[in-house]
């Protein structure tokens, strides 16, 4: 190995850089565009951007020097791409024709190579491959000169975008920002042009090297590798390792796709294999992308899907302990699990990954203002209920169960899979209202992946903590989150019953509101209406009465969910204009758009007071039906 520092200049020599089919695409932004211009104009007489890492492909005699890029990568495009815009915005009208011929050189000699010297053919000294390399092209060409309106600013773009589109957006926003200043044009291309100017740091790896131990301890700058990255960086890095194994053997393997069989027997068939599974699961689209990127809670922190995904197959086959590893141990667990299968096992494994991915995005479902929840699907009940209560821990057993039923939709699954849902379901809210702990949950999971613990079990062993008497007194003193998830679901499971009920979906997206108010004292004083004790009878210690009334606030039976918040000023008054509202201000009549809330108001209009019994009549009517459910 060998590290240097480097001007972008070192790009003038005989060289071909290649970047690995399974690295990500481009991922830079603006953001990061206009820093390494400001890093470049700074004045300074360092520039240093940060390090790529070179392994030398072995070549034949004669052919032109083959390099591997292992990392490095944006960054290396970006300057490319700054070094075509800035020859493609120099004012050249105003050279002479000599000077105007040294310049198309230099530019040619920094981003082109001939395949001989005889040739007159020229192609990109960087070679991208997959996503990224027709955007590449196309600017590098100078196909994109005269076609700046073409290009879709990045805050414009659809989701039908693919990611490649952010190496135009980049060639667009460098063309912007020079075509407005010619000198600050000029100042950048003589920079980049200088061998003088050290921007770089180039570390050379010899054909042998192990590049995946440098590529895992390099501090890069720009945008860090994920996890993910990394675990699919080295999967398939052993999988041309394999391929390389059984090159030499003779000793092809197929590996059976859905509609095809791939014949292993070199590194294009690896890569045909990587088309065929990888990137169409995971990179196929700019919303397959946007989706596999999307962050969901994972423990106390947020993990995008993809890397959810890996965790949760890692519990699955075994190698992660829950237990003993942290997240960041995910990518090296990979590593020591991969390196010693057999090419077979390797390749039948990339297979299965992306069969679990199919299924994940499938099940595992994504929420936001706009989704219609139904009571009839188990799934997606589920994994509402589980972001709630921000518990992420049995995704692993979640994506186990519905793993054998990939052609099924949730309206369709089997009994037994449908019971482990609802018993999830059940876990989770118990645990969570009862205050029960649940810190055993990873080791919970990993026991239901081994069968050595059910659901059922999970539930029976905890009784004295979540049982129904807990449970249903925990119910008289309930959080507004809690109680809002409740109520949702109860208000849906009623619709799912009621014939007369032609809306069977709604969003999650009501208010949560106390009937009789929390500020009870000034409209709702102790003696009007007067507190009742259990039997009936009056009150007559105040201050017994106003504990009772001070409790009964918060039970789940004086709560009610509403379309919209209620005018401060309404929401304490007494149970009259609470109802009806008060000139512009709307009352509780206005918003009772849901079911179970016209039960309160309907309660009111026959002329019924709002006071304790009523709570712990409600409450009582709700807990049976909440009990029967959860």
Same mark, same amino acid.
């Given at each position: 190995?060998?590290?240097?520092?480097?001007?972008?200049?070192?790009?003038?020599?005989?060289?071909?850089?290649?970047?690995?089919?399974?690295?990500?695409?481009? +991922?830079?932004?603006?953001?990061?565009?206009?820093?390494?211009?400001?890093?470049?104009?700074?004045?300074? $007489?360092?520039?240093?951007?940060?390090?790529?890492?070179?392994?030398?492909?072995?070549?034949?005699?004669?052919?032109?020097?083959?390099?591997?890029?292992?990392?490095?990568?944006?960054?290396?495009?970006?300057?490319?791409?700054?070094?075509?815009?800035?020859?493609?915005?120099?004012?050249?009208?105003?050279?002479?024709?000599?000077?105007?011929?040294?310049?198309?050189?230099?530019?040619? @000699?920094?981003?082109?190579?001939? %395949?001989?010297?005889?040739?007159?053919?020229?192609?990109?000294?960087? #070679?991208?491959?997959?996503?990224?390399?027709?955007?590449?092209?196309?600017?590098?060409?100078?196909?994109?000169? @005269?076609?700046?309106?073409?290009?879709?600013?990045?805050?414009?773009?659809?989701?039908?975008?693919?990611?490649?589109?952010?190496?135009?957006?980049?060639?667009?926003?460098? /063309?912007?920002?020079?075509?407005?200043?010619?000198?600050?044009?000029?100042?950048?291309? %003589?920079?980049?042009?200088?061998?003088?100017?050290?921007?770089?740091?180039?570390?050379?790896?010899?054909?042998?090297?192990?590049?995946?131990?440098?590529?895992?301890?390099?501090?890069?700058?720009?945008?860090?590798?994920?996890?993910?990255?990394?675990?699919?960086?080295?999967?398939? #890095?052993? =999988?041309?390792?394999?391929?390389?194994?059984?090159?030499?053997? !003779?000793?092809?393997?197929?590996?059976?796709?859905?509609?095809?069989?791939? /014949?292993?027997?070199?590194?294009?068939?690896?890569?045909?294999?990587?088309?065929?599974?990888?990137?169409?699961?995971?990179?196929?689209?700019?919303?397959?992308?946007?989706?596999? =990127?999307?962050?969901?809670?994972?423990?106390?922190?947020?993990?995008?899907?993809?890397?959810?995904?890996?965790?949760?197959?890692?519990?699955?086959?075994?190698?992660?302990?829950?237990?003993?590893?942290?997240? $960041?141990?995910?990518?090296?667990?990979?590593?020591?699990?991969?390196?010693?299968?057999?090419?077979?096992?390797?390749?039948?494994?990339?297979?299965?990954?992306?069969?679990?991915?199919?299924?994940?995005?499938?099940?595992?479902?994504?929420?936001?203002?706009?989704?219609?929840?139904?009571?009839?699907?188990?799934?997606?009940?589920?994994?509402?209920?589980?972001? +709630?209560?921000?518990?992420?821990?049995?995704?692993?057993?979640?994506?186990?169960?519905?793993?054998?039923?990939?052609?099924?939709?949730?309206?369709?699954?089997? =009994? @037994?899979?449908?019971?482990?849902?609802?018993?999830?379901?059940?876990?989770?809210?118990?645990?969570?209202? /009862?205050?029960?702990?649940?810190?055993?949950?990873?080791?919970?999971?990993?026991?239901?992946?081994?069968?050595?613990?059910?659901?059922?079990?999970?539930?029976?062993?905890?009784?004295?903590?979540?049982?129904?008497?807990?449970? =249903?007194?925990?119910?008289?003193?309930?959080?507004?989150?809690?109680?809002?998830?409740?109520?949702?679901?109860?208000?849906?499971?009623?619709?799912?019953?009621?014939?007369?009920?032609?809306? *069977?979906?709604?969003?999650?997206?009501?208010?949560?509101?106390?009937?009789?108010? #929390?500020?009870?004292?000034?409209?709702?004083? +102790?003696?009007?209406?007067?507190?009742?004790?259990?039997?009936?009878?009056?009150?007559? @210690?105040?201050?017994?009465?106003?504990?009772?009334?001070?409790?009964?606030?918060?039970?789940?039976?004086?709560?009610?969910?509403?379309?919209?918040?209620?005018?401060?000023?309404? !929401?304490?008054?007494?149970?009259?204009?609470?109802?009806?509202?008060?000139?512009?201000?709307?009352?509780? *009549?206005?918003?009772?758009?849901?079911?179970?809330?016209?039960? +309160?108001?309907?309660?009111?209009?026959?002329? %019924?007071?709002?006071?304790?019994?009523?709570?712990?009549?409600?409450?009582?009517?709700?807990?049976? %039906?909440?009990?029967?459910?959860?």
């Amino acid at each position: 190995m060998e590290a240097h520092e480097k001007s972008f200049a070192f790009m003038n020599g005989a060289i071909r850089i290649e970047i690995p089919f399974f690295q990500r695409g481009y +991922v830079w932004n603006k953001d990061n565009w206009r820093d390494l211009i400001e890093d470049l104009l700074d004045g300074k $007489s360092s520039h240093f951007l940060g390090s790529i890492i070179l392994k030398a492909i072995k070549t034949e005699s004669g052919e032109i020097p083959r390099w591997s890029l292992i990392d490095g990568q944006q960054r290396l495009t970006t300057l490319s791409v700054l070094l075509r815009a800035c020859y493609d915005n120099l004012p050249l009208d105003t050279y002479d024709d000599e000077i105007q011929g040294d310049l198309r050189r230099q530019m040619q @000699d920094m981003l082109f190579y001939k %395949e001989r010297s005889i040739s007159t053919t020229r192609k990109a000294k960087i #070679q991208h491959s997959l996503v990224d390399s027709p955007a590449f092209c196309k600017v590098i060409n100078g196909e994109m000169k @005269d076609k700046l309106d073409d290009i879709v600013l990045l805050e414009e773009a659809t989701k039908e975008k693919k990611a490649s589109d952010g190496i135009l957006q980049c060639y667009k926003f460098f /063309c912007t920002y020079l075509n407005k200043d010619q000198e600050k044009t000029i100042a950048l291309w %003589e920079l980049l042009q200088n061998p003088n100017i050290k921007i770089l740091v180039k570390i050379d790896l010899e054909a042998d090297e192990n590049e995946q131990a440098i590529f895992d301890t390099v501090n890069s700058a720009g945008v860090r590798l994920t996890c993910a990255d990394t675990i699919k960086n080295s999967i398939f #890095q052993y =999988a041309i390792d394999k391929a390389e194994e059984i090159r030499k053997t !003779r000793q092809p393997i197929e590996v059976p796709l859905k509609d095809q069989t791939i /014949c292993i027997e070199s590194k294009e068939n690896v890569i045909e294999l990587y088309k065929n599974t990888w990137e169409k699961t995971f990179g196929c689209d700019g919303d397959t992308i946007g989706y596999w =990127a999307t962050l969901r809670p994972l423990g106390r922190m947020t993990r995008d899907n993809l890397e959810i995904l890996l965790h949760s197959i890692a519990l699955i086959k075994g190698f992660y302990n829950p237990e003993t590893n942290k997240i $960041s141990d995910l990518p090296e667990k990979y590593k020591e699990y991969t390196k010693n299968l057999t090419a077979e096992a390797l390749m039948e494994f990339i297979i299965e990954i992306c069969r679990y991915g199919e299924i994940y995005r499938k099940f595992f479902c994504t929420f936001d203002a706009t989704t219609l929840y139904s009571y009839t699907k188990p799934i997606q009940r589920l994994f509402h209920i589980l972001n +709630v209560c921000d518990i992420s821990t049995f995704h692993a057993y979640i994506l186990k169960l519905l793993s054998k039923y990939s052609d099924l939709d949730e309206d369709s699954l089997p =009994a @037994d899979i449908s019971t482990e849902l609802h018993n999830l379901e059940i876990i989770a809210i118990r645990y969570v209202i /009862c205050g029960s702990s649940t810190k055993n949950f990873n080791k919970n999971c990993a026991d239901l992946l081994t069968d050595k613990t059910t659901t059922d079990d999970l539930i029976k062993d905890r009784q004295a903590e979540i049982g129904n008497p807990v449970f =249903a007194q925990k119910l008289k003193n309930i959080s507004n989150k809690h109680a809002t998830l409740l109520l949702f679901w109860l208000e849906l499971k009623r619709r799912s019953e009621d014939t007369k009920c032609a809306e *069977k979906e709604l969003k999650y997206c009501y208010t949560l509101e106390h009937i009789m108010p #929390q500020k009870w004292q000034e409209f709702w004083p +102790v003696n009007n209406p007067v507190v009742k004790d259990d039997n009936g009878k009056n009150i007559t @210690d105040s201050e017994i009465a106003e504990e009772i009334r001070a409790a009964a606030v918060y039970e789940i039976g004086n709560m009610a969910l509403l379309v919209s918040n209620l005018n401060s000023a309404i !929401r304490n008054y007494e149970f009259r204009r609470k109802m009806e509202g008060e000139g512009r201000k709307a009352g509780v *009549k206005k918003y009772d758009y849901l079911l179970y809330t016209k039960d +309160v108001t309907a309660l009111y209009d026959k002329g %019924e007071i709002w006071d304790e019994t009523q709570i712990h009549m409600r409450t009582r009517e709700l807990t049976d %039906e909440i009990l029967k459910i959860f």
